[in-house]
C-alpha cells in the first residue's frame, strides 16, 4: 500500500491504495466518476480516456504507483468548462450520440484538441480521435460534432 | 516475494540495481505491462515504478548527437523542436504508433526494453544508428542500438542497469532519402505485420549507401547488412526482383502466426524494397 496524493479535477485528493492500481478502478470505485468507461482494458478503444497532465491518456493503463503530484481531469470536470458544454451541446445538435458508452472518451479526446487547435480541421479531427473507437455511429456525425463545437467556439 | 519501490531519483534508483544479480522490471508508461498483467496476472519480479523520474525525460543536443531519454514519452518525441528540426522522417513515422492517449504513456525506453519484435521506433531508430545509454551506479555504457537485441526479448542489458537515454547522429538523416512503411490491419492501433525502414544515398546514378532494418521479421528487429552490402555501386534500376529476393531471403525469418503468414511478409517486404530501391 503507499499513500498518494493528486488532483482530481482541481482538488487534491489523498488515498491509501495498491501501487499497481489503475487509475481507471480508483476513478470509479473510490470516487464514483463513472463517466470513463473499461471498453478493453488494454488501451485500445479509448473509452477510458481522461487527461493526466493536461494530455488525453487511457486510464486503464496508468497505475497509481506513477500518480503522485500528477492532475487528473475526467470527463465529469471538463462538462463544467465552456469547452465541454460547447462540446456537448454541438453532440446534441448533431444527434451524434447512439448507446454512448465511447462518448465520454470522445468528448476528452475532442476537448484536448479543440483547446489545441483553435481552427479546426477535418483531418485533425480524425487524428485526435483516432484511438476512440464507436461500435454504433460510423464516426462521421461524430467529426461534424467537433467540427462544429470548434466553430462555435471562434463565434 | 517480488518487491515494489518508486524512487524518487535517479541516483537513488541506480543505487538499489546495484548489487541485482535478477533483472528487475522497470514500470514507466505501463502501455505493455498492464495489457500483460490483464492478461498473465501480476509478473514475479521486482518493479520499479519510474514515470516521474525527471532526470529520464530530457531532450537536449550533445556535441553532436540529440539524446532523448528513456522516460520521454512518443508523444512528447514526435512534438519536440529538436527533433522535427533533424529528424523529421522520424516524427512522420512514428505519427500514427499505437493512438494518442498511448503516444502520451509509452516511452521510448519502454518499447526498447519490452523489446517486442514488432516494436515500433526500433527500425527507423537502428536506420538513424541509434546508440543506447545503459547506466548503472558506477557507469555509463554505450551500446550501438544494433547490438543491443540477442534473441528473442532478449538484450544485452545487465540486472543493475537501466536504459538511460537513446542517442542519434544529427547527421544520420541528412543527404539522402529516407523510407518507412508499416503494413498493419489498420492505420492506428495497429501491431505491424511487418515494417520497414530505410535510408539510401544515390551518386551519379549509383547507390552509394544503402540502410535497411525491419521489424516483426526475425526475433527482434534487425539490420540487414547482406542486404546492405549487396547492392553497393549499382544503378538503382538495374536491380532484378530475383536478386532483391535471395538476399531478403538470407536474413529474414517471417513466420506464421495470428497477424499474418510468412508468405504474405516476404512478399510483401521483398515488394516494398524492390518498388523503393530500384523503383
Redesign the interface.
Known amino acids: 500500500m503507499?499513500d498518494l496524493s493528486f488532483t482530481l479535477n482541481g482538488r487534491w485528493v489523498t488515498l491509501s491504495t495498491d501501487?499497481?492500481r489503475?487509475l481507471l478502478d480508483i476513478l470509479r470505485e473510490d470516487f464514483g466518476l463513472t463517466a470513463a468507461k473499461e471498453g478493453c482494458?488494454?488501451?485500445?478503444c479509448?473509452a477510458c480516456?481522461v487527461l493526466?497532465d493536461g494530455?488525453?491518456?487511457?486510464a486503464?493503463?496508468?497505475?497509481a504507483?506513477?500518480l503522485?503530484?500528477?492532475r487528473v481531469e475526467t470527463v465529469e470536470g471538463l462538462v463544467g468548462t465552456l469547452l465541454g458544454q460547447r462540446i456537448v451541446a454541438a453532440f446534441e445538435d448533431t444527434a451524434a450520440v447512439q448507446c454512448g458508452f465511447c462518448f465520454p472518451g470522445i468528448l476528452v479526446?475532442a476537448y484536448h484538441y479543440l483547446q489545441h487547435h483553435p481552427e479546426p480541421t477535418e483531418a485533425g479531427v480524425r487524428?485526435?480521435l483516432?484511438?476512440?473507437?464507436c461500435r454504433c455511429t460510423g464516426y462521421e456525425k461524430i467529426i461534424e460534432a467537433v467540427l462544429l463545437a470548434g466553430t462555435r467556439e471562434a463565434e | 516475494m517480488s518487491t515494489?519501490t518508486?524512487p524518487r531519483r535517479l541516483d537513488e534508483l541506480l543505487e538499489l540495481l546495484r548489487d541485482r544479480t535478477e533483472p528487475a522490471l522497470f514500470?514507466?508508461?505501463?502501455?505493455d505491462?498492464?495489457?500483460q498483467?490483464?492478461k498473465l496476472g501480476?509478473p514475479q519480479r521486482d518493479?520499479f515504478?519510474i514515470?516521474?523520474l525527471a532526470e529520464l525525460q530530457a531532450i537536449t543536443i550533445e556535441s553532436d548527437r540529440l539524446v532523448i531519454g528513456s522516460g520521454v514519452t512518443f508523444?512528447q518525441f514526435l512534438a519536440a523542436p529538436d527533433v522535427r528540426r533533424f529528424f523529421p522522417e522520424l516524427a512522420d513515422s512514428l505519427g500514427?504508433f499505437?493512438?494518442?492517449?498511448?503516444r502520451?504513456?509509452a516511452t521510448l525506453g519502454g518499447n526498447l526494453a519490452n523489446g517486442s519484435p514488432t516494436a515500433d521506433s526500433v527500425p527507423p531508430f537502428l536506420v538513424a544508428n541509434a546508440s543506447l545509454e545503459l547506466r548503472s551506479v558506477r557507469e555509463l555504457r554505450r551500446v550501438p542500438l544494433r547490438e543491443f537485441f540477442t534473441g528473442y526479448k532478449r538484450n544485452v542489458l545487465r540486472p543493475n542497469e537501466l536504459i538511460a537515454a537513446v542517442s542519434l547522429p544529427l547527421d544520420a538523416l541528412s543527404d539522402g532519402e529516407w523510407f518507412y512503411r508499416k503494413v498493419g490491419g489498420r492505420?492506428?492501433?495497429a501491431i505491424a505485420k511487418l515494417s520497414i525502414a530505410g535510408w539510401k544515398r544515390v551518386e551519379t546514378g549509383r547507390l552509394v549507401e544503402l540502410r535497411v532494418a525491419v521489424g516483426a521479421l526475425n526475433e527482434y528487429p534487425r539490420r540487414l547488412p547482406g542486404f546492405e552490402a549487396a547492392f553497393l555501386g549499382r544503378e538503382p534500376h538495374s536491380l532484378t526482383r530475383e536478386e532483391i529476393t535471395e538476399f531478403l531471403r538470407r536474413e529474414i525469418t517471417p513466420l506464421d502466426d495470428l497477424r499474418s503468414t510468412q508468405a504474405y511478409r516476404f512478399a510483401v517486404c521483398r515488394n516494398l524494397l524492390y518498388r523503393w530501391i530500384a523503383g
Open positions: 503507499i501501487p499497481l489503475r482494458g488494454e488501451g485500445e479509448g480516456t493526466l494530455h488525453p491518456v487511457t486503464c493503463l496508468v497505475n504507483g506513477n503522485q503530484g500528477r479526446s487524428a485526435a483516432s484511438g476512440n473507437l | 515494489i518508486i514500470l514507466a508508461g505501463g502501455t505491462f498492464n495489457v498483467r490483464k501480476d518493479l515504478l514515470a516521474n508523444g500514427h499505437a493512438s494518442p492517449a498511448v502520451n504513456l492505420e492506428d492501433l
